[in-house]
T-cell receptor
Framework: LAKTTQPISMDSYEGQEVNITCSHN???????ITWYQQFPSQGPRFIIQ???TKVTNEVASLFIPADRKSSTLSLPRVSLSDTAVYYC???????????FGAGTTVTVRA | ETGVTQTPRHLVMGMTNKKSLKCEQH?????MYWYKQSAKKPLELMFV???????ENNSVPSRFSPECPNSSHLFLHLHTLQPEDSALYLC????????????FGPGTRLLVL
């Protein structure tokens, strides 16, 4: 089971780009990397998922190097409403050993 | 709106009460999940259902009893809870069990007095 490590917190200002890196050194060959966002008292919300190289959607980009031992979630031009906890997950989400962990608390200031 | 609804959104109950949490998904998914999120703690996966069959139980106390009558509905029956069971209870669904993306409901905020 791939264990993930990500920073506990990050601060940013409105309009800046926020990059959150997640380490997953023992990722398995068929594991995907998924990022979720969670606001207080709400369920996590899917942001983006990728396997390798780069994936982009309307809210974020996900960069995955060739060795896949890490991944970086990029949030372009953040706003105050992007203040949330961001989780990086790798592997089978129905596996009880897979933990959401503490995530990265991103605080965006005016 | 994720296509997963939960009721009630808030619940206060005494330790001797019996209550049920309800989850409904409108996504045509085959797998459903219950999670618990206590204050300042990570999400904990409690139960997994796939095609209405409970596939695993993460050593959850018997005072929590799940029920999945069909692939669209999931219940969590609560009885003789403890104050430490106060938490946000989240339901999620995915197309299949496994590495599929999960879609979460808004949660039920439970307070046990």
């Amino acid at each position: 089971l791939a264990k993930t490590t990500q920073p506990i917190s990050m601060d940013s200002y409105e309009g800046q780009e926020v990059n959150i890196t997640c380490s997953h050194n023992n990722i398995a060959t068929n594991d995907y990397i998924t990022w979720y966002q969670q606001f207080p008292s709400q369920g996590p919300r899917f942001i983006i998922q990728g396997y390798k190289t780069k994936v982009t959607n309307e809210v974020a980009s996900l960069f995955i190097p060739a060795d896949r031992k890490s991944s970086t979630l990029s949030l372009p031009r953040v706003s105050l409403s992007d203040t949330a906890v961001y989780y990086c997950l790798v592997g089978d989400m129905s596996d009880y050993k897979l933990s959401f962990g503490a995530g990265t608390t991103v605080t965006v200031r005016a | 709106e994720t296509g997963v609804t939960q009721t009630p959104r808030h619940l206060v109950m005494g330790m001797t009460n019996k209550k049920s949490l309800k989850c409904e998904q409108h996504l045509g998914h085959n797998a459903m999940y219950w999670y618990k999120q206590s204050a300042k703690k990570p999400l904990e996966l409690m139960f997994v259902y796939s095609l209405e069959e409970r596939v695993e139980n993460n050593s959850v106390p018997s005072r929590f009893s799940p029920e999945c009558p069909n692939s669209s509905h999931l219940f969590l029956h609560l009885h003789t809870l403890q104050p430490e069971d106060s938490a946000l209870y989240l339901c999620a669904s995915s197309q299949e069990r496994g590495r599929e993306t999960q879609y979460f409901g808004p949660g039920t905020r439970l307070l046990v007095l």
